[in-house]
């Protein structure tokens, strides 16, 4: 299982695990989430927020932009082998809101 992403900037898929580290590797270099968007169909209200289901919720562009910058900032303590997927989805994130499905 992992996480399926689209959005303005095409489609990428990590891992349950890759998601996580890249998330926590964004936080690590000051991303700081402003929560996802709900499903499609979901109330607002009743939404979580969560970046870590696959229920199709929204990350905004704003947000998107954010994790773009912390990733940028953080490349450099990657292994050389991970810099590339990360700047293909550093460049995916630029492109604008994805869903997480």
């Not at 959005?7 to 690590?28: D, K």
């Not at 968007?37 to 109330?43: N, Q, S």
């Not at 607002?44 to 919720?57: E, I, L, M, P």
């Amino acid at each position: 299982m992992g996480m399926d992403i689209s959005g303005a900037g095409g489609y990428f898929r990590w891992t349950n695990l890759g998601w996580s580290e890249v998330l926590s590797l964004a936080r690590s270099a000051g991303w700081e989430p402003v929560g996802t968007g709900p499903p499609r169909g979901v109330l607002k209200a009743d939404w979580s927020g969560t970046y870590f289901s696959n229920d199709g919720q929204l990350v905004y562009a704003r947000d998107a932009k954010r994790l773009a910058d912390a990733l940028e900032r953080a490349i450099a303590e990657c292994p050389a082998e991970d810099n590339e997927t990360l700047r293909e989805f550093i460049a995916f994130c630029r492109a604008g809101s994805f869903r997480l499905h």
